[in-house]
């Protein structure tokens, strides 16, 4: 198995070392390895954004959702901001920190388009952090129905998340 960035373990009384949600990522698999697992075709080939696309829209769930999109960034998510949270925190803060990190870089990189300030992203990477959260515990599935309905679910969530930072920040 390959370390899922948004899996739900939180396990208080363990190393990082015997967590195997960790310990995989620890064990140096490489991007082109972590992008054929999760697009099923190597690092650059032309059919891997179509892949991406649907193999994330069409999860059974918001946290798979997560675990096919943007292979890239989130391998490197995985092993700079990911591993080093879980040394000292539990691995739903770790995780909601991970999704806040990453839109704050979304932010940074407006910034600097813009040069003008911008804090949209992290908000909003952090509900859906929170809703990744959530769809892991309680749990959500909708694996079984046809995969425009999946997509359809996972876009709303995501629209939904959009829409609520926008109201939060007016």
Same mark, same amino acid.
């Given at each position: 198995? &390959? ?20 310990? &995989? ?12 697992? =999760?697009?099923?075709? /190597?690092?650059? /080939? ?8 649907? =193999?994330?829209?069409?999860? !059974? ?10 292979? &890239? #960034? @989130?391998?490197?998510? /995985? +092993? ?35 040069? =003008?300030?911008? %804090?949209?992203?992290?908000? #909003?990477?952090?509900?859906? !952090? ?6 892991? =515990?309680?749990?959500?599935?909708? @694996?079984?129905?046809? #995969? %425009?309905? +999946?997509?359809? &679910? ?5 629209? /939904? ?10």
């Amino acid at each position: 198995m &390959i370390y899922s960035l948004w899996g739900m373990f939180v396990i208080p009384s363990v190393t990082l070392e015997e967590r195997p949600d960790v310990n &995989i990522m620890a064990k140096s698999i490489t991007l082109s390895a972590y992008v054929k697992k =999760r697009n099923g075709v /190597a690092l650059g /080939a032309p059919e891997s954004m179509r892949n991406m696309l649907s =193999r994330s829209l069409g999860a !059974g769930s918001f946290h798979q959702f997560w675990e096919y999109w943007n292979p &890239i #960034w @989130g391998y490197y998510l /995985a +092993r700079l901001v990911m591993r080093p949270c879980l040394r000292v925190l539990p691995f739903s803060l770790a995780l909601i920190m991970t999704f806040a990190v990453s839109g704050a870089l979304h932010d940074l990189a407006v910034t600097l388009v813009k040069v =003008r300030v911008t %804090l949209f992203f992290t908000p #909003w990477f952090t509900l859906m !952090g929170l809703c990744v959260l959530a769809s892991k =515990r309680l749990p959500l599935s909708y @694996g079984r129905r046809p #995969w %425009l309905m +999946r997509a359809m &679910i996972n876009l709303s969530i995501i629209c /939904a998340c959009l829409l609520l930072t926008q109201m939060l920040l007016k």
